[in-house]
């Protein structure tokens, strides 16, 4: 290829190319990838997050299975996986619905052979409530994202722990945020939801690594690139007066290297605490704040 075209490419095209490239020269040298010929399964791998790890997973040797309730964003997922190399199916599941996440982890067994790792990175069910005082929400506006995010994550966990057992072997994962150990402002029911989710990673691991499952979770901050962060600045741009960058500012003048972390670099480490390496690695949150949260 020559230079002036690759320089005309998008970036996005670029960046594909240079993965792919990398997967084939690691496969030509037979350098070990960290996740080589896991299956994984994803929820929520159409939105910013699940969709990195995806791609990090995928990156690392993986055999994926992405799910979303929207199959478009899924699509385009697998279709980046497939175009640099790995392999990746699309389903559309909506991971409160137990009979379908079941059906599709039958499925998956039956045709990879087992289930190695299961990640719920399932996005925020109802922006609406952010930016509304507690005081004006009903019970029903409190109690959904709690009710979703941990129905979701109790479901997916069960479901893929139940095929990971007879193999003794396989990871759960989740992702939190620092909302489950600080106080903030106007933002409904996602504090306790988020807390919920960091004790039901305890609560798994206590039951399940006796028998082989390792269940982690992942707590990174406002990233950015992310659906979610443009939503929460979106809800209170009008009461803070603040643009999209002071909003971005304000978020990295907490951590200790003044910037946010990138969605990369949070997916890089997904795949390292999913791989044999971190095999001493269960009942805990990592902690991806950059600093902005003590532990």
């Known amino acids: 290829m020559a230079k002036g075209s690759f320089a005309r490419m998008s970036f996005s095209r670029r960046s594909s190319l240079m993965k792919r490239a990398d997967v084939a020269a690691r496969a030509q040298k037979g350098t070990e990838m960290m996740l080589q010929d896991k299956v994984a399964v994803i929820y929520g791998a159409g939105g910013g997050i699940g969709g990195a790890v995806a791609r990090a997973f995928a990156r ?3 055999r994926l299975f992405v799910t979303g309730r929207h199959r478009a964003p899924v699509d385009s997922v697998a279709k980046d996986i497939d175009s640099a190399g790995g392999s990746a199916e699309a389903a559309t599941i909506d991971a409160l619905d137990e009979q379908a996440v079941d059906r599709h982890l039958q499925y998956v067994t039956d045709r990879a052979g087992r289930i190695d ?11 609406q409530v952010l930016g509304v005082p507690l005081v004006e929400l009903d ?3 409190f109690s959904l994202p709690i009710t979703a995010y941990t129905t979701s994550y109790f479901l997916t966990a069960r479901l893929a722990a139940r095929r990971m057992v007879p193999n003794r072997s396989g990871v759960i994962m989740t992702v939190t945020t620092l909302h489950s150990r600080t106080g903030l402002p106007l933002v409904g029911g996602f504090g306790p939801a988020m807390a919920a989710k ?3 990673t305890r609560d798994l691991s ?4 006796p028998l082989g499952i390792r269940v982690i979770g992942l ?6 690139e ?5 939503h929460a600045f979106e809800r209170r741009a009008k009461a803070s007066g603040m643009t999209w960058e002071q909003f971005q500012g304000l978020f990295a003048s907490r951590t200790h290297p003044r910037r946010l972390m990138t969605l ?3 997916a890089n480490m997904a795949a390292f605490i999913a791989s044999d390496q971190a095999s001493g690695m269960t009942g805990t949150t990592v902690n991806l704040t950059m600093g902005s949260l003590d532990d």
């Open 60 to 62: 690392e040797g993986a």
């Open 117 to 127: 790792i299961s990640v719920n990175a399932v996005g925020d069910p109802d922006t």
């Open 139 to 141: 019970a029903g506006q």
């Open 198 to 200: 960091e004790a039901l």
């Open 206 to 209: 206590a039951e399940l690594a």
């Open 219 to 224: 707590r990174p901050q406002a990233m950015p």
């Open 226 to 230: 992310t659906a979610t962060i443009k």
């Open 264 to 266: 990369e670099e949070m």
